[in-house]
């Protein structure tokens, strides 16, 4: 069904390109020359591009502003250097290699900062880019800067700290070492201000003659900073393969959307340069190719499975900036169950497209009806990228260790000698809050005030548990499309894909941000510092929605508004509540309504403080819902054993569901 919808859709693109090819579409030939000379030996062309080779395509009266190459591969030639942006960290192009697909690139900071750089920051690489960390040219290095011990806290005997006058003693002690090299459960780490990871190349790292391993500790790691890592790319995804198998090269807008295929007669064709055939027939062969993907998916499926085995064994370099095993796991938990891929695929129907109720960014999720009755959702990873197997295997982790109320019930999951990764969660039949706010349900409303304030309070419940157990668990993905809803509308928290297990007595982790654009915090962006009131920055926006019913992000709104999060904190400061809520739930018609609205805007507006520090702690945005709710302004009262028990000591403290429908994660 869902390929149906894919084919009607591409026919009706290939009509309208032939459509558009019939008025004539050019470009300038000149902005996609063979190749220009950056940075001494570094030679620029496509798929890459000059970040200045901006160019026009003129059709029919529009202008379309594109570039020559694929997202995320622009190249400044500036001072002498060839420079490459990775979110907002300059790198510097060392080497591209087109026939192996392969850039090496060095942090610029590096090789500006002598023969002791200070190593600023963890590699984040954006999702939009093309462009990938090399899983097997790559190592990595891990820094622990300012460590101060005492004598619960040992420091490291085989690891000598850095012998370089950069890193001031006053400041504590500073280590390097291969990450592999530390133990994932090491305490003394938790010693230390700030932990950074930096890729290397493992060939350098492991196999040299120049003995970098060795001498780590004085000039080592910079030598080896200094020759950089390894990216690469896949020229067979995206929708480029037609294009440049017919000659033409790819075209991009600046937002990364696929303007068309430009070819060397100087027009714009789409999606292929030849288009002497008939636009059905150019939508046909699109389809066979979508077919003949989706019967390549299985496979794809067995290799994953065996990147699971390699992953689950400590086969995987452990996730960037982290300490001990926090951010990926073994799906071999003392409570996790086991499901055999043949009971899965009965309960799915052989995985057939009438059972499929998602698909996510590296999964598909399905409904099931398990043999004892159950109604369930099964995840299943269709991708064979390291990332997102750790990714899988890191949610597998913390589920297992997790019992709550209103967090998602994770039934278990294949094991690692099965032919493929299957994640098995409960059913939750009512979809996702931003279903009912603002997506293809909100013509419902089902979600008045009342359930709204109901559901910011059990969302933060959830979230004030994950934060007191011990070891923490940041969520790092809280946005309305992971916040599920049962059958009696009760909050369910799911999607733990990116989160992370916080080390004791540390108040932040380094890492490279990861999470939704319009929930993630501005901090953990700009500073690659993780930390409890992340989450809270999150939710805020989640609160706004709830209050407004309006997106995290949505171009349509006015240039400043897009962003609702600075949206919502100007119209609070200029006390204008009226022109942000939904004047549907009762804001301007039930004075009860009306201030509980109000005290929630102003938590929200704390909430989405620039500053961590300024804004409260879960628990205490979770305090101060339930009062609002207790005070007379919601209209129905929820079970008071709710607040009691939310806050245990242990992950693995026992939890009854407080619904007694059967429920499925439509994640």
Same mark, same amino acid.
């Given at each position: /069904?869902?390929?149906?919808?894919?084919?009607?859709?591409?026919?009706?693109?290939?009509?309208?390109?032939?459509?558009?090819?019939?008025?004539? %579409?050019?470009?300038?030939?000149?902005?996609?020359?063979?190749?220009?000379?950056?940075?001494?030996?570094?030679?620029?062309? !496509?798929?890459?591009?000059?970040?200045?080779?901006? /160019?026009?395509?003129?059709?029919?009266?529009?202008?379309?502003?594109?570039?020559?190459?694929?997202?995320?591969? %622009?190249?400044?030639?500036?001072?002498?250097?060839?420079?490459?942006?990775?979110? *907002?960290?300059?790198?510097?192009?060392?080497?591209?290699?087109?026939?192996?697909?392969?850039?090496?690139?060095?942090?610029?900071?590096?090789?500006?900062?002598?023969?002791?750089?200070?190593?600023?920051?963890?590699?984040?690489?954006?999702?939009?880019?093309?462009?990938?960390?090399?899983?097997?040219?790559?190592?990595?290095?891990?820094?622990?800067?300012?460590?101060?011990?005492?004598?619960?806290?040992?420091?490291?005997?085989?690891?000598?700290?850095?012998?370089?006058?950069?890193?001031?003693?006053?400041?504590?002690?500073?280590?390097? %070492?291969?990450?592999?090299?530390?133990?994932?459960?090491?305490?003394?780490?938790?010693?230390?201000? &700030?932990?950074?990871?930096?890729?290397?190349?493992?060939?350098?790292?492991?196999?040299?003659?120049?003995?970098?391993?060795?001498?780590?500790?004085?000039?080592?790691?910079?030598?080896?900073?200094?020759?950089?890592?390894?990216?690469?790319?896949?020229?067979?995804?995206?929708?480029?393969?037609?294009?440049?198998?017919?000659?033409?090269?790819?075209? !991009?807008?600046?937002?990364? &959307?696929?303007?068309?295929?430009?070819?060397? *007669?100087?027009?714009?064709?789409?999606?292929?340069?030849?288009?002497?055939?008939?636009?059905?027939?150019?939508?046909?062969?699109?389809?066979?190719?979508?077919?003949?993907?989706?019967?390549?998916?299985?496979?794809?499926?067995?290799?994953?499975?065996?990147?699971?085995?390699?992953?689950?064994?400590?086969?995987?370099?452990?996730?960037?900036?982290?300490?001990?095993?926090?951010?990926?796991?073994?799906?071999?938990?003392?409570?996790?169950?086991?499901?055999?891929? +043949?009971?899965?695929?009965?309960?799915?129907?052989?995985?057939?497209?009438?059972?499929?109720?998602?698909?996510?960014?590296?999964?598909?999720?399905?409904?099931?009806?398990?043999?004892?009755?159950?109604?369930?959702?099964?995840?299943?990873?269709?991708?064979?990228?390291?990332?997102?197997?750790?990714?899988?295997?890191?949610?597998?982790?913390?589920?297992?260790?997790?019992?709550?109320?209103?967090?998602?019930?994770?039934?278990?999951?294949?094991?690692?000698?099965?032919?493929?990764?299957?994640?098995?969660? +409960?059913?939750?039949?009512?979809?996702?809050?931003?279903?009912?706010?603002?997506?293809?349900?909100?013509?419902?409303?089902?979600?008045?005030?009342?359930?709204?304030?109901?559901?910011?309070?059990?969302?933060?419940?959830?979230?004030?548990?994950?934060?007191?157990? &011990?070891?923490?668990?940041?969520?790092?993905?809280?946005?309305?499309?992971?916040?599920?809803?049962?059958?009696?509308?009760?909050?369910?928290?799911?999607?733990?894909?990116?989160?992370?297990?916080?080390?004791?007595?540390?108040?932040?982790?380094?890492?490279?941000?990861?999470?939704?654009?319009?929930?993630?915090?501005? +901090? !953990?962006?700009?500073? !690659?510092?993780?930390?409890?009131?992340?989450?809270?920055?999150?939710?805020?926006?989640?609160?706004?929605?709830?209050?407004?019913?309006?997106?995290?992000?949505?171009?349509?709104?006015?240039?400043?508004?897009?962003?609702?999060?600075?949206?919502?904190?100007?119209?609070?400061?200029?006390?204008?509540?009226?022109?942000?809520?939904?004047?549907?739930?009762?804001?301007?018609?039930?004075?009860?309504?009306?201030?509980?609205?109000? /005290?929630?805007?102003?938590?929200?507006?704390?909430?989405?403080?620039?500053?961590?520090?300024?804004?409260?702690?879960?628990?205490?945005?979770?305090? %101060?819902?339930?009062?609002?709710?207790?005070?007379?302004?919601?209209? +129905?009262?929820?079970?008071?054993?709710?607040?009691?028990?939310?806050?245990?000591?242990?992950?693995?403290?026992?939890?009854?569901? /407080?619904?007694?429908?059967?429920?499925?994660?439509?994640?």
């Amino acid at each position: /069904m869902a390929l149906l919808a894919v084919a009607r859709l591409l026919l009706a693109a290939a009509s309208l390109a032939a459509a558009r090819a019939a008025g004539e %579409a050019y470009y300038n030939a000149s902005a996609c020359r063979p190749s220009v000379p950056c940075g001494g030996s570094v030679e620029v062309h !496509y798929p890459f591009f000059l970040a200045s080779a901006d /160019m026009a395509i003129d059709a029919d009266g529009y202008t379309a502003h594109s570039y020559c190459g694929y997202p995320g591969m %622009a190249v400044a030639c500036d001072g002498g250097r060839a420079t490459l942006w990775l979110e *907002d960290s300059n790198y510097t192009v060392l080497a591209i290699d087109y026939d192996k697909h392969t850039v090496t690139v060095a942090d610029a900071d590096v090789l500006d900062g002598g023969g002791c750089p200070r190593v600023k920051h963890n590699v984040s690489v954006p999702v939009e880019t093309w462009l990938n960390l090399s899983t097997t040219a790559n190592d990595d290095l891990a820094f622990y800067f300012g460590c101060v011990f005492t004598a619960a806290t040992a420091p490291p005997p085989p690891i000598p700290p850095i012998n370089c006058s950069g890193f001031p003693k006053r400041d504590g002690v500073s280590y390097v %070492a291969a990450l592999n090299d530390v133990p994932p459960k090491a305490l003394w780490p938790r010693a230390c201000k &700030e932990v950074v990871v930096a890729p290397v190349l493992k060939e350098l790292l492991l196999g040299s003659d120049d003995g970098y391993l060795l001498r780590l500790n004085s000039d080592g790691y910079g030598k080896l900073l200094e020759r950089g890592f390894q990216l690469t790319w896949d020229p067979s995804a995206g929708p480029c393969f037609l294009c440049e198998d017919s000659g033409g090269q790819c075209s !991009y807008n600046q937002s990364g &959307e696929f303007i068309g295929c430009l070819c060397s *007669d100087g027009r714009v064709r789409n999606p292929a340069c030849e288009l002497k055939t008939k636009p059905r027939k150019i939508a046909l062969t699109i389809v066979m190719t979508c077919l003949y993907i989706r019967k390549r998916r299985p496979y794809k499926m067995t290799s994953s499975s065996r990147l699971l085995k390699y992953t689950a064994s400590g086969g995987t370099p452990r996730s960037r900036g982290s300490t001990d095993d926090t951010e990926s796991g073994s799906v071999h938990s003392p409570h996790t169950h086991h499901f055999t891929y +043949e009971e899965l695929e009965e309960a799915t129907d052989s995985f057939s497209d009438a059972m499929e109720i998602g698909d996510g960014g590296f999964g598909t999720v399905y409904k099931g009806h398990l043999r004892d009755g159950r109604v369930v959702a099964v995840k299943r990873l269709y991708n064979n990228s390291c990332r997102r197997v750790e990714q899988f295997l890191n949610e597998a982790a913390i589920l297992s260790r997790l019992r709550h109320p209103n967090l998602v019930l994770f039934y278990g999951c294949t094991s690692s000698r099965s032919r493929e990764l299957l994640l098995v969660y +409960e059913f939750v039949p009512n979809g996702t809050v931003a279903d009912h706010l603002h997506g293809h349900r909100a013509a419902e409303r089902a979600l008045p005030w009342p359930l709204r304030l109901s559901v910011a309070v059990e969302a933060a419940a959830a979230l004030a548990y994950l934060h007191a157990v &011990e070891p923490p668990i940041v969520h790092r993905d809280v946005k309305t499309t992971n916040i599920l809803l049962d059958a009696g509308f009760h909050v369910k928290v799911a999607d733990f894909g990116l989160s992370r297990l916080f080390p004791l007595d540390v108040t932040h982790v380094s890492t490279a941000p990861q999470g939704t654009p319009g929930y993630v915090d501005p +901090e !953990y962006h700009q500073c !690659y510092q993780l930390t409890d009131r992340s989450d809270v920055y999150s939710f805020g926006v989640v609160l706004v929605e709830l209050i407004s019913s309006k997106p995290a992000v949505d171009v349509t709104r006015d240039r400043s508004e897009i962003n609702l999060a600075a949206m919502a904190v100007n119209k609070i400061r200029q006390c204008q509540l009226e022109k942000l809520v939904d004047l549907g739930l009762g804001y301007g018609s039930d004075e009860a309504t009306r201030k509980a609205m109000t /005290m929630v805007a102003e938590l929200a507006f704390r909430c989405l403080q620039q500053n961590g520090e300024m804004r409260p702690p879960i628990k205490e945005v979770f305090d %101060a819902l339930r009062s609002i709710q207790e005070g007379g302004f919601a209209k +129905e009262k929820k079970e008071d054993a709710l607040v009691a028990s939310r806050f245990p000591n242990t992950v693995h403290a026992p939890w009854d569901s /407080m619904s007694t429908t059967t429920s499925v994660s439509s994640q």
